[in-house]
Nanobody
Framework: QVQLVETGGGLVQAGGSLTLSCAASGLTFNIYNMGWFRQAPGKEREFVGV????????SYRDSVKGRFTISRDNAKNTVYLQMNSLKPEDTAVYYCAASTELTGHYSQYDYWGQGTQVTVSS
């Protein structure tokens, strides 16, 4: 069984910080690039960022650059999304996902977590 389990979501005020974790099991974690996506009500799923297999490279959508940081600990089979200076427009369900490709396209991800809600109040 492949499982990706996100934790750490919640409600925060604008300007606050939150760190999400995604614990993976049932797969060889260090061969997968790990991405974060989000989906707000009434909107399509959008790419947040991705980290490469060994954690040497990251890529982010422009709207989160400088505020969000992805990291991973392969020894713990865990990827993190640190979110600072949160804005109401960051409100969404956040998903982690695993891909054999280094990509921002959701269709190229093989495994997905269940999602965790992040709500940012103004």
């Amino acid at each position: 069984q492949v499982q990706l389990v996100e934790t750490g979501g919640g409600l925060v005020q604008a300007g606050g910080s939150l760190t999400l974790s995604c614990a993976a099991s049932g797969l060889t974690f260090n061969i997968y690039n790990m991405g974060w996506f989000r989906q707000a009500p009434g909107k399509e799923r959008e790419f947040v960022g991705v980290i490469s297999r060994g954690g040497r490279s990251t890529s982010y959508r422009d709207s989160v650059k400088g505020r969000f940081t992805i990291s991973r600990d392969n020894a713990k089979n865990t990827v993190y999304l640190q979110m600072n200076s949160l804005k109401p427009e960051d409100t969404a369900v956040y998903y982690c996902a695993a891909s054999t490709e280094l990509t921002g396209h959701y269709s190229q991800y093989d495994y997905w977590g269940q999602g965790t809600q992040v709500t940012v109040s103004s």
